[in-house]
């Protein structure tokens, strides 16, 4: 069970399963939609997922991604000085805990608009997935953001006081990560994108899937259908073991 830290609430999310797999890796949607479809598939109706705000909908995917392949995340980059490959590891749960929604001094719910809040003249909500979204397939992502969580005609000078308090109430767990280059020694900063990172690990891992239905069928003449349903590592174990059979049979004839 996984606690968010911006709602409170408490979700369980079953392991991915073949069927699962599949779909995310047959999914061309952009990572923020295949994560929320992932999340609907195995979490149910636990919550309105596309209503995540943005702090909890990262959380709840590195969670998922602790689970799935432990809790050390790898980011390659390219040095900006001396042009090296590195690569940077850290924590993900060093990360979760590095952010804390706050509640501002002078924010308040709103009166009548439920989800949202007022600070002064300013009427506002907090992004959700689902703005996030929205925003990653637009021109301007800022301003998509703006014109959905922002009372329509809030004042220029009120953006910035207004994006400071959703930065503090809602942060997001994409977040640029300081990095220094091995060989030169430069500083520089990775940027790191929760949902896509998430889902590319997850879509990476799915790849394997086809191979272990390839072995599995053609051993045992099982079913696509059931061999997808098999829960993934017992789908593993008989596809190294059939796999190990066919090495051992090479190895005699050579
Ligand atoms: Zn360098």
Known sequence: MVRLPASGAQITLRDPGGADEMLLHESHTHPIETAL????????????????????????LLSLRARRFGPLMALGFACPHCSARAEISFLLTDLQESVTPRSPAGVAAHASRPGWYTAGEAAFRLPTALDLAAAASAHDPAWVLAERCFEA????????????????????????IAAACPECGAETEVALSVARIVIAELKREAAQLYDEIDLIAGAY?????????????????????IGERIRHAQARVA
């Open 37 to 60: 479809a992932l999340l609907a598939r195995l979490g149910g109706e636990q919550a309105q997922w596309a209503d995540l705000v943005v702090t909890d909908f990262e959380f709840l």
């Open 153 to 176: 005609g809030m004042a220029r000078r009120e953006r910035a006081r207004v994006e400071r308090l959703m930065g503090q109430m809602a942060p997001e767990l994409s977040q640029p």
């Open 221 to 241: 003449h099982w079913p696509e259908a059931e061999i997808l349903a098999l829960p993934q590592q017992r789908r593993r174990l008989y596809a190294e073991r």
